[in-house]
């Protein structure tokens, strides 16, 4: 079993920057397809980016692209997602997710954290 925890999320102005992390426990990532996702209030989980194991291949959402970028460190048991350039429609709940397979390309994760806010002002 596997126990994902986000920290970072807050209140951040238009244009900033915040680095969100995931802190696995119970075990490691070791073999596992990790992802951020983030639900906005009245919307639906949007697949924010994806890393499979071996790490040489990262998928980013178009939304996002060229401004937020996952990250993993394997030592520290940790996955980052660095987000730049933040504008007012980031606001979501950020969610850090693992799957067991090495290679997932789905949205119906093993394992979820509780979430983070993040919350963009203009």
């Known amino acids: 079993q596997v126990q994902l925890v986000e920290s970072g999320g807050g209140l951040v102005q238009a244009g900033g920057s915040l680095r969100l992390s995931c802190v696995a426990s119970?075990?490691?990532?070791?073999?596992?397809?990790v992802a951020w996702f983030r639900q906005a209030p009245g919307k639906g989980r949007e697949l924010i980016a994806r890393?499979?194991?071996?790490?040489?291949?990262?998928d980013v959402a178009d939304s996002v692209k060229g401004r937020f970028t996952i990250s993993r460190d394997n030592a520290l048991h940790t996955v980052y997602l660095r987000m730049n350039s933040l504008e007012v429609g980031d606001t979501a709940v950020y969610f850090c997710?693992?799957?067991?397979?090495?290679?997932?390309?789905?949205?119906?994760?093993?394992?979820w954290g509780q979430g983070t806010q993040v919350t963009v002002s203009s």
């Open positions: 997710a693992a799957d067991r397979s090495p290679r997932y390309f789905g949205h119906n994760y093993d394992y």
């Open positions: 890393m499979i194991w071996s790490g040489d291949t990262t």
């Open positions: 119970g075990r490691t990532f070791s073999g596992y397809t």
